[in-house]
């Protein structure tokens, strides 16, 4: 009897594990794939401008729906991990220096709500990872080939922008629209060089654990085209850091480096060819030089700096003055509004949300998501993109701090998790 009830008590378990999977696979499912979509719908309410209002904000409603439909079906779950509970309340710490920022006329109510909702954003990356974790392998593999498709979407989108000259499709407006760069269905460029920075450590964590296909030649084809013409900076260093990232996790630090630097210049002397034969390309690489040059000029002796930067370094300056005006105390507690004048740069942004304590928290929870333990190609691979992606984080920004890009670095992390997992398996067993 004893033997028949926990039996039973077992396969009424198994059933409830697998009806909450697919609860959260359904929830990922359709979050994603309506995701281009409610983008789309956003960039075309605002014609393509910076700056829109709530009545425009399609792309944060629909991901504001699936991961509270993730957080829902998690609470239902039961049981609370460790990991996920600490992570819990270092939002709810953020949210309360933010909250204290209120109470102290520190911002205002409009700012207080566009603080919370940026903080969200910053955490939802945690939630994607806890509802991915959640997935057997087979419902995973379907999600990810989904979010493989998203992302192909996303670089068309920039790619028939370039050769249509979709004038909403086009990344930089009013007055730079003298610079060149075409960011698609996204509703700023940042956030679509860290889309392309994530769809292309995706589709390198695929070659880097089976070699390469077809398929992903012709993806890696497709990004790179659309990173060049997107117009940002970003998009190519993250691209070159990608390749280095893999480079490095599968060939070591000598052999990787003079790979890289072959690729560096086969990919260079192919750009080079097509700015001089091809007269559209060569258009729009003038224009984008005048207005760095233009942009310099008026710079004065910091013009390197506002150029490489795009004027960030600048932006970080007059948030300094404020915190010197402030004692330096959102360094230590937070609550700065960074709504009202953001560095655009995450790192600063983030130790002014949550303060240095409970960023350098935050900080090491997202390392511990891609530093997995042992060696191995897909573990060093996990490890490098890390650094990639803080470095891009903290110079280009709209990383960390994006709900489009959180599900997709959210991915990289499980398959990174389960890969390398597998891998040390091999390893062990001498495969």
């Known amino acids: 009897m004893i033997d028949l009830a926990a039996q039973v008590r077992v396969s009424r378990r198994s059933k409830w594990d697998n009806s909450f999977g697919a609860m959260v696979w359904f929830v990922l499912l359709g979050g994603i794939a309506l995701s281009p979509l409610a983008d789309f719908l956003s960039v075309y309410a605002l014609k393509g401008q910076a700056g829109g209002d709530m009545g425009a904000r399609y792309s944060l409603f629909v991901r504001g729906v699936m991961v509270f439909g993730l957080v829902t079906a998690l609470s239902f779950r039961g049981r609370v991990r460790l ?57 995973l593999e379907r999600v990810e080939a989904l979010i493989r498709m998203t992302l192909f979407v996303y670089a068309i989108a920039i790619l028939v922008g370039a050769a249509f000259s979709i004038d909403i499709f086009r990344s930089y407006r009013g007055d730079t629209q003298i610079r060149a760069g075409y960011k698609g269905i996204i509703y700023a460029q940042n956030e679509a060089s860290a889309l392309l920075l994530s769809a292309l450590a995706l589709v ?29 900076k970003g998009a190519l260093v993250a691209g070159f850091g990608v390749i280095a990232a893999y480079s490095y996790a599968r060939y070591g630090v000598i052999k990787a480096s003079v790979r890289l630097g072959s690729v560096i210049a086969v990919m260079s002397a192919v750009a080079i060819a097509v700015y001089f034969f091809v007269p559209t390309i060569r258009q729009a690489v003038d224009l984008s030089i005048q207005y760095f040059s233009y942009q310099g000029d008026r710079a ?14 600048v932006k970080f300056s007059n948030v300094w ?31 002014l949300i949550m303060g240095i304590p ?38 280009a ?8 890009v959180a599900p997709y670095l959210a991915v990289i992390s499980e398959l990174v998790r389960r890969w390398s997992q597998e891998e040390r398996r091999k390893i062990e067993s001498g495969q």
């Open 397 to 404: 920004g709209h990383v960390l701090t994006s709900a489009i």
């Open 321 to 351: 003055d404020e915190l010197v005006r402030r004692d330096f105390l959102p360094l230590l507690i937070g609550g700065y509004p960074t709504v009202r004048y953001p560095v655009e740069m995450d790192g600063p942004d983030l130790t």
């Open 204 to 232: 390198y964590l695929h070659v880097a654990r089976s070699g390469w296909r077809a398929t992903h030649v012709g993806l890696v084809v497709t990004l790179f085209t659309a990173a060049f013409l997107l117009g940002t």
């Open 83 to 139: 990991s996920s509970l600490c992570i819990g309340l270092l939002a709810v710490a953020a949210v309360a220096m933010s909250c204290a920022s209120l109470a102290f006329d520190g911002m205002t109510s409009g700012e207080f709500v566009e603080e919370v909702i940026a903080i969200a954003k910053v955490f939802s990356l945690f939630v994607y990872v806890a509802a991915f974790s959640e997935l057997k392998d087979g419902q």
């Open 358 to 395: 409970v960023s350098c928290l935050y900080l090491r929870a997202l390392f511990r998501l891609y530093a997995q333990p042992g060696k191995g190609r897909i573990t060093n691979y996990g490890k490098y993109f890390f650094i990639l992606l803080i470095f891009i984080a903290c110079t």
């Open 300 to 313: 004065g002796s910091e013009r390197v700096a506002t150029v490489l930067m795009s004027g960030r370094n």
